[in-house]
């Protein structure tokens, strides 16, 4: 079946512009996380949503991000007034349930959007 | 969740076996062992996982040592295709979130 798929699959922008990054899940997937790649680092998570709403917030760097999910699938990833230090790889990952449910269910990853800020 | 200790690099001989350790000696009883890697410019695939028992599937088997403190990764037949980044994460779901934290993980380079 389809797997996860993130547009666009590159994006160059110029500093100070806002930025939004797309992700559709597996069909059915109730959870949705977005993590992102600077080069040379780590994975690093930003936000998750369970359904429509987003328990965890944590990871978001700072209020020129955010996140919304909608019908409990797509969601966007909005960065505003984008500065050189956001420039990575993010990416979208969904998985069939997330929760309190102590299910275990793996997180299936999109191939990343390649954010530049020039 | 438990913090897991991978060594930084593996080299592996194609159509040979590729044996990835992973320490987690603070692992508790409800946190499963999870392996995820990641291809060059590629997301993060899921590999396999396990709590208690061995587990094989189409891509791997995952040997999880009877106090569970460490785990070890096996590709059976290596092939350059499965040169990557390998990651070893322990996970309680529910638990501080849901989110996967990636460490460093092992660089596995399968030469011909």
């Known amino acids: 079946g389809a797997g996860v798929s993130q547009s666009p699959s590159n994006k160059v922008t110029e500093k100070g512009k806002d930025v939004e990054l797309r992700c559709d899940p597996i069909s059915g997937h109730t959870a949705l996380y977005w993590y992102r790649q600077s080069l040379g680092q780590g994975l690093e998570f930003l936000i998750y949503?369970?359904?429509?709403?987003?328990?965890?917030k944590s990871g978001l760097p700072s209020d020129r991000f955010s996140a919304e999910r909608t019908g409990g699938s797509v969601s966007t990833l909005t960065i505003q007034r984008t500065q050189q230090e956001d420039s990575a790889v993010y990416l979208c990952a969904s998985s069939l349930e997330g929760g309190t449910s102590g299910s275990r269910y793996e997180q299936y990853f999109g191939p990343g959007t390649r954010l530049t800020v020039t | 969740d438990a913090k897991t200790t991978q060594p930084p690099s593996m080299d592996c001989a194609e159509g040979r076996a590729a044996n990835l350790p992973c320490n987690h000696s603070t692992i508790s009883g409800n946190e499963y062992v999870y392996w995820y890697r990641q291809i060059h410019s590629q997301g993060p695939q899921y590999i396999i996982h396990?709590?208690?028992n061995n587990e094989t599937n189409e891509m791997a088997s995952l040997i999880i040592t009877e106090d569970r403190k460490s785990s070890t990764l096996i590709l059976p037949h290596a092939t350059l295709r499965d040169t990557a980044v390998y990651y070893c994460i322990v996970k309680r779901w529910g638990w501080n979130g849901n989110k996967l934290v990636f460490g460093a993980g092992t660089i596995l380079r399968v030469k011909s």
């Open positions: 949503f369970q359904g429509n709403s987003a328990p965890d």
């Open positions: 396990g709590l208690k």
